[in-house]
C-alpha cells in the first residue's frame, strides 16, 4: 500500500464547510416553506438561510479560483480524450452495478492528480459548474426580486423561479445521501471519510499510484 496526498488543506476545508452550509440551508429551507423543524420566528430562519447563502456563495468562488489558478484543476481534466473518457466511464458503471459485488478490482486507481473516477469527474463537474451556480444565483433573485426583476421577467415570473429553487434543492436533498453513501464504498466505510479529514488515502501500489508532490496545491 502507498499512502498518498490526496485532498490538500484548502480543499478539505472547502468541502466541510460547504457540506455543513448545505445542510444548514436545507434545513432553513424547508423551515421557511413549511415551518416545521424549528421554533425560530420566520424573520430569523429567513435572515440566517440568506447569511449562510452568502458565506456558501463566497466559498464557493474560493473553490473556483484554487481549481482555475492552481495545478489542481487536472484532477478533473486529467486528459482531454472524450472517447477513452467514455470508455472509462462505462467500466464504471459496470464495476459499480456488478463488479464490486464481485469482488472485482475498482477499475480507478486513485492519485493525488486523479483521484476521481470518470463518473465522479463528470458528476462533479455538472454539480459544481451548473447545479450551484444555478442555485446560488435563483437563492439571489429570489433575495431581491426588483434588483434582479429582469430576471424575474424573462424566466416568467417569481413563482417561476421560486419553482427552479425547490427542484434543485430537492436534487442536493438526493444528493447528499447517495454522495454519503458511495463514500463507504472504499475498503473499509470510514476509509474515504478519514481521508476527506486527514488528507491521505492509502492505494494499491502500482504505476499510477505514485504520490503527487506534497501540498497538492
Do not use: E
Given at each position: 500500500m502507498t499512502r498518498i496526498?490526496?485532498?490538500?488543506?484548502?480543499?478539505?476545508?472547502?468541502?466541510?464547510?460547504?457540506?455543513?452550509?448545505?445542510?444548514?440551508?436545507i434545513v432553513t429551507g424547508l423551515q421557511i416553506r413549511y415551518g416545521v423543524l424549528l421554533t425560530l420566528?420566520?424573520?430569523?430562519?429567513?435572515?440566517?438561510?440568506?447569511?449562510?447563502?452568502?458565506?456558501?456563495?463566497?466559498?464557493?468562488?474560493?473553490?473556483?479560483?484554487?481549481?482555475?489558478?492552481?495545478?489542481?484543476i487536472t484532477v478533473y481534466h486529467p486528459e482531454l480524450n472524450p472517447a477513452r473518457h467514455y470508455r472509462n466511464m462505462l467500466r464504471q458503471v459496470v464495476y459499480y452495478g456488478y463488479g464490486i459485488f464481485k469482488g472485482h478490482p475498482n477499475p480507478h486507481v486513485v492519485s493525488a492528480y486523479r483521484k476521481f473516477n470518470p463518473l465522479q469527474s463528470m458528476s462533479y463537474q455538472i454539480i459544481m459548474l451548473v447545479l450551484v451556480p444555478l442555485q446560488f444565483y435563483s437563492g439571489l433573485v429570489l433575495w431581491d426580486l426588483q434588483r434582479f426583476a429582469g430576471t424575474v421577467e424573462a424566466?416568467?415570473?417569481?413563482?417561476?423561479?421560486?419553482?427552479?429553487?425547490?427542484?434543485?434543492?430537492i436534487v442536493?436533498?438526493?444528493?447528499?445521501?447517495v454522495h454519503v453513501y458511495l463514500t463507504t464504498l472504499g475498503r473499509s466505510a470510514g476509509e474515504h471519510i478519514r481521508a476527506m479529514l486527514t488528507g491521505y488515502e492509502e492505494v494499491d501500489d502500482g504505476p499510477d499510484a505514485a504520490p503527487g508532490p506534497a501540498g497538492g496545491s
Open positions: 496526498y490526496v485532498h490538500p488543506a484548502p480543499v478539505r476545508l472547502w468541502h466541510w464547510l460547504n457540506a455543513l452550509g448545505f445542510v444548514a440551508l420566528s420566520f424573520r430569523t430562519v429567513v435572515d440566517a438561510h440568506n447569511a449562510i447563502g452568502f458565506v456558501l456563495i463566497a466559498n464557493y468562488f474560493v473553490w473556483l479560483l484554487f481549481y482555475l489558478f492552481t495545478d489542481r424566466l416568467g415570473g417569481a413563482r417561476v423561479v421560486d419553482t427552479i429553487h425547490v427542484v434543485l434543492c442536493f436533498v438526493v444528493f447528499i445521501p
